[in-house]
């Protein structure tokens, strides 16, 4: 399926193009192009729920299946399209039981949908209807905050990094895991007297 998504972003910016102001060839079709890709993603999204079902598949299929859906919904009322596009939502509408991510999706579809006046199939209004209401708190745009964990004084806690130190910037990107550099820094017990040099033997004294 990944392949296929990579035709579809391949080409999907030259639908904009008439066929004669295209820069593409003119035995090159990018609506041709991005079609048969999404039919061939539904097809084996199809298979694949057909044979394991869709509530624990992995997250990267939502996005594939969202980029397949606005082909689909662009090709409407194309008899494939409408085949495709129920079967898309169908299939997005399950996934949802699991990823939050696929209610958002359903979600932006149902308003792409609405903001370019495209009249949806009957049983792909009904999915959207549903899961609207059903996950109606959910909007495309908002930002899923991390859960606010309770504060705790803690006595053990690292103290701050100085500003001084030139790794800060790393610490805060890693998220705190600079701690590695003291770990790995020489020892305070080490010495000249007991440093050698590497691949040497220990003495008889050692």
């Known amino acids: 399926m990944f392949y296929q998504l990579l035709f579809i972003h391949l ?7 008439k066929s004669t102001a295209s820069p593409l060839p003119s035995h090159v079709s990018p609506r041709k192009f991005c079609t048969h890709s999404a039919t061939t993603i539904s097809k084996v999204l199809r ?4 044979t394991y ?16 859906c606005t082909i689909h919904l662009l090709n409407l009322p194309d008899k494939n399209a ?3 596009i129920v079967h898309g939502l169908r299939h997005l509408e399950e996934i949802a039981e699991g990823w939050l991510c ?12 609405s903001k370019w006046n495209i009249e949806l199939p009957e049983e792909a209004t009904r999915i959207l209807a549903r899961t609207d209401a059903r996950y109606a708190g959910f909007s495309p745009t908002e930002q899923i905050s991390p859960r606010q964990a309770p504060t705790k004084t803690n006595n053990h806690s690292r103290p ?6 030139k790794h800060g910037s790393w610490d805060a990107a890693a998220g ?30 050692e």
Do not use: C, W
Not at 11 to 17: A, E, H, S
Not at 47 to 50: G, K, S, T, W
Not at 160 to 165: D, E, I, R
Not at 193 to 204: I, N, W
């Open 11 to 17: 080409f999907r910016p030259f639908l904009k193009y």
């Open 47 to 50: 298979l694949y729920r057909r």
């Open 53 to 68: 079902g869709l509530r624990q598949i992995v997250n990267l299929a939502v996005y594939i299946a969202h980029t397949a």
């Open 82 to 84: 409408v085949r495709d």
């Open 102 to 113: 696929a209610r958002k999706t359903l979600r932006i579809l149902s308003i792409s949908a």
């Open 160 to 165: 701050p990094v100085p500003a001084s130190n």
């Open 176 to 205: 705190g895991h600079g701690q590695m550099d003291s770990a790995m820094s020489t020892s305070p017990t080490s010495s000249a007297e007991t440093a050698r040099p590497f691949g040497s033997l220990p003495s008889a004294s």
